[in-house]
C-alpha cells in the first residue's frame, strides 16, 4: 500500500493497525522493510489474504504506451489489455510465503462491452455486467527463481483471455475443469 494512505484520516489509522504493509515504491529502501512486514503475516494465526497488483491498479493510455515501448526494448510480448508486470513484489511475496501452505489467485475481470465502470456509475447504481477469470495455483508450483516468468505467462494468459472474451467467445469454453475458474454473469455465480 502506498506510504501516504496511512495518513488519511480514520482509513490510515486501520491500514496502520490492521498491520498493512506500506510502501514509498522505491524497490531498494522497502525491500527488507516489506519483507520484515509479510514474514509477520505468515506468524498471524488466522487467515489472511495479501493482494497484489503487478500491472498496478490504474490503466491509462499513456501507461500502456509506456508499457508497449517497455516490452519492444526488452523482447518481450506486447500485450493487448494489460500493463506489463512489475513482478519484484510478487518474487518478494514468494521469498517470504516459501514453505507454507499458501495459495495463489490469478484473477482479471471482462467488463461486457470491454469498458469498466467507472466510481461514479457506481455510485449512481449504473448496472455492468462483468465476467470474472480466476484459477489457484499453490505456491509450490512457482519454480524458485522464476517468479517473474510465471507472473509474464499469467498475464499474457489473461490478455489471450481477454481478447477471445471480447471477441464474444464463451469464457465457458476458454475454462478448464481441473482448474478453479468462476464466470460472474448477471449477478449469478457459476462454478465450472
Known sequence: MKDELKYVPIM??????TEQ??????????KENLLKQLRNITTFHFPTT????CEGTRYTEEKYRLSQA???ERGLPELKHHLIPRTKGFGLCVQAFRGKNVQIYDATLAYEGGKAPTLYDVLCGKKSDCHVYARRFPLDDVPSGSEDEFAMRC?????????TSFSMTPLKDLM??????ASLVQDSLYML
Open 155 to 163: 498475464t499474457e494468459e489473461r490478455t489471450k483471455l481477454l481478447t
Open 50 to 53: 495479501t493482494v497484489i497488483f
Open 176 to 181: 478448464q475443469s481441473d482448474q478453479c475458474m
Open 70 to 72: 517497455f516490452a519492444r
Open 21 to 30: 504493509p506500506f510502501v514509498k515504491r522505491n524497490y531498494t529502501k522497502d
Open 12 to 17: 490510515g489509522l486501520s491500514f496502520f493497525l
